[in-house]
């Protein structure tokens, strides 16, 4: 593997560089993989494959937005020492100007010298230039030596999600909550449900909590295009909402990824209804995973929200991880 993180002949200086697909992907998915190690999940391990092998016209640095459905334009950063790839940063549009920054790698031997804060600075200045008025990244909460470049630079943690996981072929342990009367689960409309949905995720600190990287919010947004940029890469999402006489009281997501896997699902519900009707939504979308390709199910929740947590594993899942999400405001 490190043969490949190797250039032949002087095509880079040594230091950074802005990523161009042509020349680096292949070294920035060795290295990938050989600085993330056994953090890596399987799912992501597949995807590393598939860029791999991925060529010619297909060579762009797109390809990785892996994770980030809705991701638009995309750039990064590479640091090469004496023709070897030893550092990587990617970002991703995701928003009229609120950009994702992932892929935050050092080569295990260069760890400790600047690379990653030097590259991450660097990322920031193009990205400035490009108009984004908002880093936001995910990293692990028990992340030192990450969360300590990302705290340097100014980043500030908008809140914590707990990341869950469901193991395919287990269709989880129904929660059979019932419903109040004049309350109802249903499909989201996003032209009749749009404003009142964004009031409840307002409500439960779902905008704050890092609007590109929730599909909550990204259900919004979808539009004509977004739905054929689902279709062509394989994704389908179904969108409930428990409604009511007030509206809706609960919002849910499956985002199911095809063979990329896992299925992704989230929940946000109404602070003054929580813990009431989160099982009812659970229970509806987990009756549609059935439907797709058997795998595991990945969910998000945020970490102060209790009900849907506890709905979560009572219905099986498992908590793999704590996320922070980090904001940099340009
Ligand atoms: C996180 C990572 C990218 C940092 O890369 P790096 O090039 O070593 O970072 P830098 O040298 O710029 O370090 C910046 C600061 O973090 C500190 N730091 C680096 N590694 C550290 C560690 N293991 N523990 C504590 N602090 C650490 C440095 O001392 C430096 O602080 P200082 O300026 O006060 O001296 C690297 O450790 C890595 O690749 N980790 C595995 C992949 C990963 O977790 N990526 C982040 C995903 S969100």
């Given at each position: 593997m490190a043969a490949s993180l190797r250039l032949t002949g002087s095509l880079v200086p040594d230091g950074p560089a802005r990523f161009d697909p042509r020349r680096d992907l292949r070294a920035v998915v060795?290295?990938?993989?050989?600085?993330?190690?056994?953090?890596?999940?399987?799912?992501?391990?597949?995807?590393?494959?598939?860029?791999?092998?991925?060529?010619?016209?297909?060579l762009t640095l797109q390809s990785m937005a892996n994770g980030l459905p809705g991701a638009g334009e995309a750039t990064g950063q590479v640091y090469y020492h004496d023709g070897?790839?030893?550092?990587?940063?990617?970002?991703?549009?995701?928003?009229?100007?609120v950009w994702v920054v992932a892929n935050v790698v050092t080569h295990p031997a260069w760890r400790g010298q600047g690379i990653a804060s030097r590259l991450m600075r660097l990322a920031i200045q193009d990205l400035g230039r490009r108009g984004a008025h908002q880093l936001q990244l995910q990293v692990r909460a028990?992340?030192?030596?990450?969360?300590?470049?990302?705290?340097?630079?100014?980043?500030?943690?908008m809140n914590s999600a707990v990341a869950l996981r469901l193991p395919a072929h287990s269709l989880g342990r129904r929660t059979f909550q019932t419903l109040g009367a004049g309350q109802l689960l249903r499909p989201f409309h996003r032209r009749r449900d749009r404003r009142a949905v964004q009031a409840l995720l307002d409500r439960a600190g779902e905008l704050d909590r890092g609007g590109p990287t929730?599909?909550?919010?990204?259900?919004?947004?979808?539009?004509?295009?977004?739905?054929?940029?689902?279709?062509?890469?394989?994704?389908?999402?179904?969108?409930?909402?428990?409604?009511?006489?007030?509206?809706?009281?609960?919002?849910?997501?499956?985002?199911n990824q095809g063979r990329i896997g896992p299925h992704r699902l989230e929940m946000a519900a109404d602070p003054d209804w929580t813990g009431r009707v989160e099982g009812a939504l659970l229970d509806g979308l987990l009756s549609l995973v059935a439907t797709v390709p058997a795998q595991d199910?990945?969910?998000?929740?945020?970490?102060r929200a209790g009900g849907p947590l506890a709905s979560l594993l009572w219905a099986g899942f498992r908590r793999s991880r704590t996320l922070d999400r980090l904001a940099l405001d340009l």
């Open positions: 060795d290295l990938l993989r050989l600085g993330f190690g056994r953090d890596l999940a399987p799912q992501d391990l597949r995807w590393l494959d598939g860029l791999s092998r991925i060529s010619g016209a297909s070897q790839l030893v550092g990587n940063v990617s970002a991703f549009r995701c928003g009229r100007d028990d992340n030192l030596a990450a969360q300590k470049v990302y705290a340097s630079l100014g980043f500030w943690r929730s599909q909550l919010v990204q259900a919004l947004d979808m539009g004509v295009m977004e739905g054929l940029d689902d279709w062509m890469s394989g994704r389908r999402r179904r969108t409930m909402v428990v409604d009511s006489s007030t509206g809706p009281l609960a919002i849910g997501t499956l985002l199910i990945e969910a998000e929740v945020d970490a």
